[in-house]
């Protein structure tokens, strides 16, 4: 829900600090109670130590792992295809690429990992206080030059933080689900995260639903923290009320940048079929040189970030 590219991420959040500009990042279940939830009895500890959080959704619900459509159809009336595409490639225009499933392809969307991981994985990002990842390695049905994979399975390593040791994420789509060992679910919702404690599980659904915690010992239930009173606004309301104040949103283009770094940065191991190593403060993969191709992309003539 915010760019196409690493570099994108990175422009738009300083051009947020220059402007002294109000923003706010799609990620609309941010605001949610149930959200709120998650993020404080995670930031709480009630958990212990985490190092292991799985992630799955059923989706793509759109079309992915295709080749380029063939041939050209009539644009219709009072669309203005040279516009849609942007700083894309030109491309014949072909309802292929339209609403919803212009996300498949990579001229335009991130694939399933770019359009859900920053819902997902949201309350876990900040309820563990995570950073960038260091290293990210993909599991992918057969490759295609120009859409995402039909499923991915992504494993992110992120690294300790403080007095938080390191944290392993791995990404389920496209049908793909984390073993029943590992979740002790047989029949897992069709969307969620599932965030993995010496002392408990924390279960948190998709769409900022209330989270379920599980201790791992029923004779020693979880300390959890005093629910937080409900929220006084939406993700609309909060957007509405910082431009009239001129505050920050929970959710503003620089917390929003280093979320949908994680799944750039993961795009990049599923593009080239390699475990890469992500430098954070160079923006770049030091240790397969082409991943660094799709860290930007040269824009069509006209188009720039200056």
């Known amino acids: 829900p915010r ?6 991420t990175e ?8 402007a002294k500009a109000v923003t706010q990042m799609g990620n609309q279940h941010h605001a949610s109670d ?32 295709l080749d380029r459509p063939e041939g050209e159809k009539p644009v219709p009336a009072g669309f203005d295809w040279d516009l849609w595409l942007g700083p894309a490639p030109w491309r014949p225009y072909h309802e292929a690429y339209r609403e919803p499933h212009w996300r498949g392809w990579w001229d335009f969307g991130g694939g399933t990992l770019a359009d859900y991981l920053p819902h997902l994985f ?7 206080r995570l950073t960038a990842p260091l290293r990210v390695s993909a599991e992918t049905s057969e490759t ?10 992504v494993q992110f390593e992120f690294p300790a933080r403080d007095a938080l040791p390191p944290v392993t994420m791995r990404w389920y789509d496209g049908g793909r689900t984390p073993p029943v060992e590992k979740t002790g679910i047989e029949r ?8 993995l404690g010496e002392r408990g599980n924390l279960y948190v659904p998709s769409h900022g639903k209330p989270p379920i915690a599980i201790a791992a010992n029923s004779d020693q239930p979880l300390a959890l923290p005093d629910a937080r009173p409900p929220g006084a606004t939406t993700h609309w309301q909060a957007w509405a009320a910082a431009c009239k104040s001129r505050g920050a949103t929970a959710s503003d283009f620089n917390y929003g940048a280093a979320l949908t770094d994680v799944a750039l940065v993961g795009n990049l191991a599923i593009r ?5 190593t992500w430098d954070a403060a160079a923006r770049r993969v030091t240790n397969v040189a082409r991943a660094n191709d799709f860290v930007h992309r040269e824009y069509r003539r006209g188009w720039s970030l200056d």
């Open 11 to 18: 422009a738009m959040a300083r051009a947020a600090v220059r």
């Open 122 to 128: 949201d309350p876990i990002f900040e309820g563990l």
């Open 34 to 65: 149930g959200y709120r939830r998650a993020v404080q009895i995670l930031q709480a500890g009630s958990l212990g130590p985490v190092r292991d959080v799985l992630c799955w959704t059923t989706n793509p619900i759109w079309k992915q792992g």
């Open 188 to 195: 897992l919702p069709p969307h969620g995260s599932l965030v």
């Open 272 to 276: 080239t079929g390699e475990s890469i």
């Open 144 to 153: 295609h030059e120009a859409s995402a994979p039909a499923w991915s399975v």
């Open 3 to 8: 760019a196409h590219s690493l570099v994108e």
